[in-house]
């Protein structure tokens, strides 16, 4: 009887190794032919689901960018949408150990698409998709009659979304000084300050 091959469980394992090696070794030693060892497999088996490095990059992405969005789409949100919100901003900002690992991937990627037009088109994708969650969080706060009326909300998108990218590589780089409680410290200020003051109390 033919083995049934579970392919989702297959790219995820692809996946993990690759950044596994990205973050060990850097990307150039991301191989197929490595990522097939690390994964337990042949380069021949993989090479079934890309046909090159970049392929197999464009996928690293793809998969980061998708447990992103489940991780935020799988919060409940709360009475308090100021808290709602910040909890969702948080999911894009490296407090742990299994988004430290994504966070280095996607910077690797994004500085390694400046010399691939392949990776540059999905990561103009990953920066769009992160300004379109920042942009959805204020409009959220607007949409609850929370944001000051002298908010320049388009401005604050653009802001936010700044933000977010500097805290992510602090808090990469810089983990003794940007922690978790001070990413949350930060994120939540900065939300306060958008805010009606009666809405606070």
């Known amino acids: 009887m033919p083995r049934i091959v579970n392919h989702e469980k297959k790219r995820k394992s692809i996946a993990e190794a690759a950044w596994s090696i990205i973050k060990k070794e850097g990307i150039e030693k991301a191989s197929i032919r490595r990522v097939a060892i690390e994964a337990g497999m042949s380069a021949g088996a993989l090479r079934h689901y890309f046909s090159t490095k970049d392929e197999m990059l464009l996928f690293i992405m793809d998969y980061y960018l998708e447990e992103g969005k489940k991780r935020s789409q799988s919060k ?35 500085l390694q698409s400046l ?44 802001r936010l979304a700044a933000l977010i990218d500097g805290l992510s590589i602090h808090a990469l780089l810089r983990p003794d000084v940007y922690s978790p409680d001070k990413v949350k410290e930060v994120i939540r200020y900065h939300l306060e300050t958008l805010c009606n003051e009666s809405q606070l109390s």
């Not at 103009?124 to 969650?133: A, I, K, Q, S």
């Not at 929370?146 to 388009?154: C, F, G």
């Open 76 to 110: 409940s949100w709360s009475d308090n949408p100021l808290q709602a919100v910040a909890e969702v901003l948080l999911e894009l900002i490296p407090i742990d150990e299994e988004k430290k690992i994504e966070t280095s991937v996607w910077w690797i990627l994004a």
């Open 115 to 158: 010399t691939s037009d392949t990776l540059k088109e999905k990561k103009d994708e990953m920066t769009n998709g992160m300004y379109e969650l920042a942009s959805s969080m204020i409009e959220i706060l607007v949409l609850q009659g929370i944001l000051s009326d002298s908010t320049n909300v388009k401005l604050e998108k653009s």
